[in-house]
């Protein structure tokens, strides 16, 4: 009897010992994320843009002998190089994009937005015509009341916007000095890569020098396998949405199916971005039709990718569809879009580990 009671206390000390442990080490990892990540994050970039580089560097090297720091000189600058023209080509797209949409607003406001208000007020007049003087006197004290409303909420939001403007306008100096710190740090990382991974090596315990290693290697292979889960999802909603907008009677369909699908991907935005103000549009203009079909696809749409996408990542990395649901919102929540991924992968690293015995934090399932 004594045997068991001792037995069980040694049980729960070791669980509270683990448990502790593991709460520590999860704070701190959460405090070094949460904090110092950000501070770090053009080092942070420079070593995973030069991790990507170091691959063809080395494959040019086995074929040409040329010195190392020229071979990463010259790739560094190649791949800035189309880094700019890419996100300069993604902006001017974006910019006349937004343009030709904003060209169209004076018609739009013209020959559907006024006459839906002038409708509206002519059934309002006719119905405070028909009502009494105290009904009337009521209405009006209220419509005063939600005009005041209006006025401070248009107040706030001018304030709101004005104050995001000019954060934005003064972090711009703040943002190309880290630029710049990438880039400067990518090139004198990428031409010292093997002597700062062997310098980092030789600091390290062999049996967590064993862990990073295992988690590099899965780690790169699961992000590229969430890749092709996303590009899996972006295209059966690029799917989803042409079928509907051709059922609808919406011309270029194809087009505006893409662009609906590329904002289905971002987790604040979403398809709803896109389709729910093209809803509302069209109820206000009377397209009642082309109103309800939008706002039923979008529903059926959300309700899809909300069933297919912690499958199909979960599948990916390793974990249950409802792990992967509740890690990807409590990463975005905490982390933001980086968690939207970040967590799940780190989780289902954690698991992979365990179950390959580089670590033991918790029992593997019985086979």
Not at 54 to 71: D, E, G, H
Not at 233 to 259: D, H, K, P, W, Y
Not at 321 to 341: D, E, N, Q, R
Request: positive net charge; aromatic residues 12%; glycine residues 6%.
């Amino acid at each position: 009897m004594k045997f068991d009671n001792d037995l069980r206390l040694e049980k729960q000390r070791n669980f509270l010992i683990k448990t502790g442990y593991f709460s520590v080490v999860a704070l701190m990892i959460l405090f070094v994320l949460k904090f110092i990540a950000p501070t770090l994050m053009p080092f942070i970039i420079a070593f995973l843009i030069s991790c990507i580089l170091n691959y063809p560097i080395r494959f040019i090297l086995k074929k040409i002998p040329l010195k190392r720091s020229f071979v990463s000189i010259l790739m560094v600058i190649l791949f800035f190089i189309f880094s700019t023209i890419i996100i300069v080509s993604i902006g001017v797209e974006t910019a006349i994009f937004i343009k030709n949409s904003f060209s169209n607003l004076p018609v739009l406001f013209t020959e559907m937005f006024i006459p839906f208000i002038e409708d509206i007020f002519t059934k309002v007049d006719r119905l405070i015509n028909s009502l009494d003087s105290e009904v009337i006197l009521f209405l009006e004290q209220g419509l005063l009341e939600v005009f005041k409303s209006l006025g401070t909420f248009i107040s706030n939001l001018s304030t709101a916007v004005i104050g995001r403007f000019s954060h934005i306008a003064t972090s711009i100096p703040g943002t190309l000095i880290r630029v710049l710190i990438t880039i400067i740090a990518t090139f004198f990382i990428t031409i010292d890569f093997d002597k700062i991974i062997m310098f980092i090596k030789k600091q390290i315990p062999q049996r967590i020098t064993v862990i990073l290693e295992e988690s590099r290697t899965y780690i790169f292979g699961t992000i590229f396998k969430c890749i092709l889960s996303y590009i899996l999802i972006m295209l059966i909603t690029f799917t989803e949405i042409f079928i509907g907008l051709s059922i609808i009677g919406i011309e270029n369909a194809a087009i505006i199916a893409f662009i609906i699908s590329l904002f289905d991907i971002l987790p604040v935005l979403g398809s709803g971005g896109v389709m729910i103000p093209w809803a509302i549009i069209a109820g206000i203009s009377g397209n009642y039709k082309v109103s309800i079909g939008i706002a039923l696809l979008y529903v059926g749409i959300t309700i899809i990718r909300n069933i297919i996408e912690p499958k199909l990542v979960g599948k990916q990395v390793g974990l249950h569809p409802i792990v992967t649901l509740a890690s990807m919102l409590i990463g975005v929540k905490l982390f933001g879009m980086i968690g939207l991924l970040g967590l799940p992968i780190s989780i289902a690293l954690i698991k992979s580990l365990n179950y390959k015995g580089v670590i033991n934090i918790f029992k593997k399932e019985s086979t």
